[in-house]
């Protein structure tokens, strides 16, 4: 057993656990955080995506123990006040699911997706190494969010409710 | 997952003589090694934990060049403006590999020391000679739809998954290594091994030795370079067959050109006789398919690989027509 301190969704933590354990298992078993779903646990699904330090990561494939001062938001931290984050109203706009088993890691990842594109990270799309990326263009969103697999297939709407998003079309209050 | 110790290093010098121990293990970004973990693939007795060591810089040398290190995060590297004015072949191999989540949290080192996606290397209900030196190679027979054609030999016919290292070999890194017996840079070329008779050794680095960083020279002024990555699907797929292409023409004629290929053979495939076919030939499609098929020439596809000699051949023609447009 080895001691870690980290803070989940705003809450700091104590927290005493086997350096086995996955961030993935410490927030479904340990903290009841079940919105992380576990999907492949092999990092192939994204299902259990989750921000780390305020970047998008799989929490399958992670060593809670080496989190040590981290803080982590899951999808349970994203709603402020009962308002949902502007991607979750989205989705539900958007019915940008169907079973519903990979949205929490959908969303967050989209939220991580929107910082890093607005950033100007490039990606593998980008025509122009140099120039701003546009976060709405859906061969963007395509190819950014192809970390997070939809058994459902709702890709269409998922990308319809992320470009509405990220047009600014929607005001992101909870970000 | 087997239970082992956990200890996160200070420094460099005290992770490396905390690794003399057998069954210790360096743990950075973890992305493979803890899914290795998982599958009982991997099973180290000590894990040492790297990522805080200070080894997160990006340096730009002052003749001109990069100093990237070794647990520089993928998605950093590819983001950092001298790559991508500097070098775009890295920035779009880098892209081109894993997913968003995976890059953000994936190391330089790590990258490189990746552990083959040979389905059976990854199956320890199987018998597999990178795994379990003598046990036998099943896929050179079996499922091998997606192996070498390049360099293999009858103990394995396993490719190396990495993209990044495919442009690192075109742009001929060096690799910093540090270990008990001092510190040494190794041409990547020589990073990289054949399988041979001992395919349990993907590189030249020693057990308990330590990569610190990649260090990238000066490009040449006029050298246009680009990254194609083909896959079974649009994205998140590692490569049936991937280029990086680095050209430098002058008035119409190839004078330089550095190519290496990717899920080919054990590890990055520098195209040496692609290479030698477009130096001083005029830059034309006939040139470029006339080096891809050199290049081709001496690939040894399995039985269920030979695609990949069409797929290569075409990947490195259309890469070079990109390149020199």
Not at chain 2, 8 to 37: C, E, K, Q
Not at chain 2, 75 to 84: G, T
Not at chain 2, 269 to 288: G, I, K, M, V, Y
Request: hydrophobic content about 40%; overall charge negative; proline content about 4%.
């Amino acid at each position: 057993m080895a001691s870690l301190e980290l803070t989940v969704n705003g809450d700091r933590l104590g927290l005493e656990i086997d350096v086995r354990t996955t961030l993935l298992d410490l927030l479904r078993e340990h903290l009841d955080l079940t919105g992380s779903k576990k999907g492949c646990d092999h990092g192939q699904c994204g299902a259990c995506t989750v921000l780390i330090d305020g970047r998008r990561a799989k929490a399958c494939l992670v060593l809670a123990i080496t989190l040590d001062g981290a803080e982590v938001t899951t999808i349970e931290g994203l709603a402020d006040n009962g308002q949902l984050h502007a991607l979750q109203a989205a989705f539900i706009e958007h019915d940008a699911f169907q079973c519903g088993y990979c949205t929490p890691g959908q969303i967050c990842s989209a939220v991580g997706m929107l910082a890093e594109a607005r950033a100007g990270l490039p990606s593998y799309v980008t025509e122009d190494l140099l120039a701003a990326p546009d976060p709405a263009d859906e061969h963007e969103i395509r190819e950014r969010m192809s970390g997070n697999l939809c058994r459902c297939a709702a890709y269409v709407n998922i990308v319809a409710a992320i470009a509405e998003v990220a047009s600014g079309a929607i005001a992101e209050d909870a970000e | 997952m087997r239970p082992f110790s956990y200890e996160r290093a200070a420094d460099v010098s005290g992770a490396i003589s905390s690794a003399a121990m057998p069954g210790a293990m360096f743990l950075a970004g973890g992305t493979n090694l803890v899914d290795l973990m998982k599958l009982e693939v991997a099973r180290p007795d000590k894990l040492i934990d790297i990522s805080r060591l200070p080894l997160s810089q990006i340096e730009e040398l002052p003749g001109g060049g990069l100093r990237v290190g070794a647990t520089v995060r993928n998605s950093d590297l590819a983001a950092h403006e001298a790559v991508r004015r500097g070098y775009p072949v890295l920035a779009q191999a880098l892209l081109a590999g894993a997913s968003g989540q995976i890059r953000n949290v994936a190391t330089i080192g790590g990258n490189l020391l990746q552990r083959s996606r040979c389905p059976y290397f990854q199956d320890v209900s199987k018998p597999c000679n990178k795994r379990r030196p003598g046990s036998g190679c099943p896929a050179r027979d079996g499922e091998h739809r997606n192996l070498a054609i390049f360099g293999h030999s009858k103990h394995c016919v396993a490719t190396h998954p990495s993209d990044m290292a495919v442009a690192l070999a075109a742009l001929e890194a060096g690799v910093d290594v540090v270990g008990a017996g001092g510190s040494r840079t190794l041409p990547i070329g020589e990073l990289y091994r054949l399988p041979g008779e001992d395919p349990e050794l993907d590189t030249t680095v020693e057990p308990g030795e330590l990569i610190t960083a990649v260090q990238l020279d000066r490009q040449a002024s006029g050298a246009r370079s680009a990254y194609r990555k083909v896959r079974e699907r649009a994205s998140f797929a590692f490569a049936l067959v991937s280029v990086a292409a680095i050209v430098r023409t002058e008035e119409g004629v190839v004078r330089d050109a550095r190519i290496a290929l990717g899920g080919v053979a054990h590890g990055p495939w520098r195209a040496l006789l692609a290479e030698e076919a477009l130096r001083d030939q005029p830059s034309t499609e006939d040139t470029f398919n006339h080096a891809a098929e050199a290049e081709l020439a001496e690939a040894l596809p399995l039985r269920d690989n030979g695609f990949k000699v069409t797929l290569a051949r075409n990947a490195i023609s259309r890469t070079l027509s990109e390149v020199c447009a």
